[in-house]
């Protein structure tokens, strides 16, 4: 039996990740992790107890290799990666495994085929490769956004997304051709996180894309009325006090 740990911030990728895992059978998953700071007091107590780590390159508070630099891992690490076909090609030069998201059965087995592999081999793991691409590359997660369809996982690319609404409790991504998918991401993460010159939070309810914006008019009190296309079910008023801050945003 394999002991595996998954660090990953997106719980959609979790329970992927470990129905996955049950397919193949022989692996127990001993625990789930989100951040580094929850990673590496885990893993200062219960390193010993695994064989494996599935680990995401940019979590909750931070990037893991953040985790290297605070805890002495000597266990082998298959990444999870949403990265481009170069940042992959890098990867296999360096002999560094690899899953892109959302992970694909076939891929994840030939992933752990190789770890049993280097383990009778007795060969070591080196994160410093991986660290030193990510850093010079400056490649995102954030380029695209997992959704669920059915009982698919998949991307969106961020060209693809018109905006974002939060309703109640959920935040939904509404594409250019007007398909709706929840998320489980907070506005305010994604307004971290998105690249500013393409997306901007009008109002607390919204981050739209610059690309979606048909026209804007004078409201009411000196707001702003903005119209956006594909239409959403409520309006979007700009107050009175971010009207500069968004006429700067369109401007630049």
């Known amino acids: 039996m394999v002991k595996v740990v998954i660090i990953e911030d997106e719980k959609l990728l979790q329970q992927e990740l470990a129905l996955q895992l049950d397919k193949i059978g022989d692996i127990e998953v001993a625990h789930y992790l989100t951040s580094v700071s929850e990673s590496v007091e885990w893993l200062k107590m219960n390193a010993n107890n695994i064989d494996l780590i599935f680990m995401d390159i940019e979590l909750a508070d931070g990037v893991s290799f953040e985790i290297f630099d605070l805890v002495e891992i000597s266990l082998p690490v298959i990444f999870l990666t949403a990265y481009s076909e170069y ?31 280097q383990t009778k081999a007795n060969t070591a793991f080196d994160a410093t490769v991986f660290k030193d691409f990510y850093v010079q590359s400056g490649v995102n997660k954030n380029q695209r956004i997992l959704i669920q369809s059915g009982d698919n996982f ?22 250019f051709e007007n398909t709706k998918h929840l998320i489980d991401e907070s506005l305010n993460k994604l307004e971290e996180t998105l690249p500013i010159d393409v997306f901007y939070r009008p109002t607390r309810q919204f981050i739209i894309n610059i690309k979606a914006i048909n026209k804007a008019t004078k409201y009411f009190n000196s707001r702003l009325k903005l119209y956006i296309d594909p239409s959403p079910d409520s309006e979007i008023i700009i107050s009175r006090n971010k009207v500069k801050d968004f006429l700067d945003w369109m401007g630049n």
């Open 87 to 117: 940042a992959i090609q890098a990867f296999k030069v360096n002999s560094i495994d690899y899953l892109l998201k959302p992970v694909n059965l076939s891929d994840l087995i030939f992933a752990l085929d190789k770890f049993k592999k």
């Open 154 to 175: 998949k991307y969106l690319d961020q060209d693809e997304i018109a905006y974002f609404v939060a309703e109640d409790k959920y935040v939904t991504v509404v594409t």
